[in-house]
């Protein structure tokens, strides 16, 4: 069984490809493309023979600090390794290949990371991404941008690269699989640890956020709709 937890952000324009990358791991369309990732959520396939969980999380934009991120994108990138009990095994960092990452990065994945309260880093394996035949190799994009240098030296210098664009080419799946292995196993076979306490405090706190913004929501209705009346009962009167 193997447990992960995909993690990434966004940067300009460029989405980080997190549910691609995942799905592109299961072998099945599972997660939504269409649209951004607003929830933390689990799906299961047996991939070479191995049961494979997969949570896909929230992005953060990249050149933001944690505090601009939205609370409950917060609370559910938190709440991410409490969809995979008893813990994720490894975290993959997706970050699309042709992405130029700035320095002020660093800062904003370390907050972002420090979400989890636990030694992310050691269990990380960075996932270069390509969604078209890439003419750069991996290497040499890296030895452009000292971000990338500098996330990498975090992971111990785990990497991998998929070529999402092609999607019959499994090896490259398979190779992943056995490189998270090979983590697990200088882990000493130990997932990342997990605060289960913490998950009830977590669900509770989301649900608090979605009950205030759905009596937010309920108000503006109320001020649009008493607003509109008024307006018509205005032209009423003036047409009279």
Same mark, same amino acid.
């Given at each position: 069984?193997?447990?992960?937890?995909?993690?990434?952000?966004?940067?300009?324009?460029?989405?980080?490809? #997190?549910?691609?990358?995942?799905?592109?791991?299961?072998?099945? @369309?599972?997660?939504?493309?269409?649209?951004?990732? /607003?929830?933390?959520?689990?799906?299961?396939?047996?991939?070479?023979?191995?049961?494979? *969980?997969?949570?896909?999380?929230?992005?953060?934009?990249?050149?933001?600090?944690?505090?601009?991120?939205?609370?409950?994108?917060?609370?559910?990138?938190?709440?991410?390794?409490?969809?995979?009990?008893?813990?994720? $095994?490894?975290?993959?960092?997706?970050?699309?290949?042709?992405?130029?990452?700035?320095?002020?990065? !660093?800062?904003?994945?370390?907050?972002?990371?420090?979400?989890?309260?636990?030694?992310?880093?050691?269990?990380?394996?960075? &996932?270069?991404?390509?969604? /078209?035949?890439?003419?750069? *190799?991996? %290497?040499?994009?890296?030895?452009?941008?000292?971000?990338?240098?500098?996330?990498?030296?975090?992971?111990?210098?785990?990497? $991998?690269? &998929? @070529?999402?664009?092609?999607?019959?080419?499994?090896?490259?799946?398979? #190779?992943?699989? %056995?490189?998270? %292995? *090979?983590?697990i196993t200088n882990n000493g076979f130990r997932h990342c640890s997990v605060d289960r306490s913490q998950g009830e405090t977590l669900?509770?706190?989301?649900?608090?956020? *979605?009950?205030? /913004?759905?009596?937010?929501?309920?108000?503006?209705?109320?001020?649009?709709?008493? &607003? !509109?009346?008024?307006?018509?009962?205005? &032209?009423?009167?003036?047409?009279?």
């Amino acid at each position: 069984e193997l447990r992960i937890v995909l993690i990434g952000g966004r940067y300009n324009n460029l989405l980080s490809g #997190k549910s691609s990358a995942g799905n592109f791991i299961l072998g099945q @369309n599972v997660f939504d493309t269409s649209r951004r990732t /607003a929830q933390s959520e689990a799906r299961q396939q047996e991939v070479f023979s191995r049961r494979v *969980t997969e949570v896909d999380t929230p992005g953060w934009w990249w050149n933001w600090p944690r505090e601009e991120t939205p609370k409950l994108d917060q609370i559910e990138i938190q709440n991410s390794v409490h969809l995979c009990p008893p813990g994720p $095994h490894v975290f993959l960092l997706v970050i699309p290949v042709g992405l130029y990452l700035p320095q002020r990065v !660093k800062s904003s994945l370390k907050q972002h990371l420090e979400l989890f309260n636990a030694d992310v880093f050691s269990h990380t394996i960075v &996932l270069f991404t390509a969604v /078209a035949p890439c003419n750069e *190799t991996v %290497e040499s994009k890296i030895r452009r941008n000292p971000a990338l240098q500098w996330i990498l030296q975090q992971c111990g210098n785990r990497k $991998h690269f &998929l @070529n999402i664009s092609n999607r019959e080419d499994r090896d490259q799946v398979k #190779k992943l699989l %056995e490189k998270i %292995e *090979t983590l697990i196993t200088n882990n000493g076979f130990r997932h990342c640890s997990v605060d289960r306490s913490q998950g009830e405090t977590l669900r509770k706190e989301m649900r608090d956020l *979605t009950e205030r /913004a759905s009596k937010r929501f309920d108000q503006v209705q109320k001020q649009r709709n008493k &607003l !509109k009346l008024q307006i018509e009962g205005r &032209l009423q009167v003036s047409f009279l």
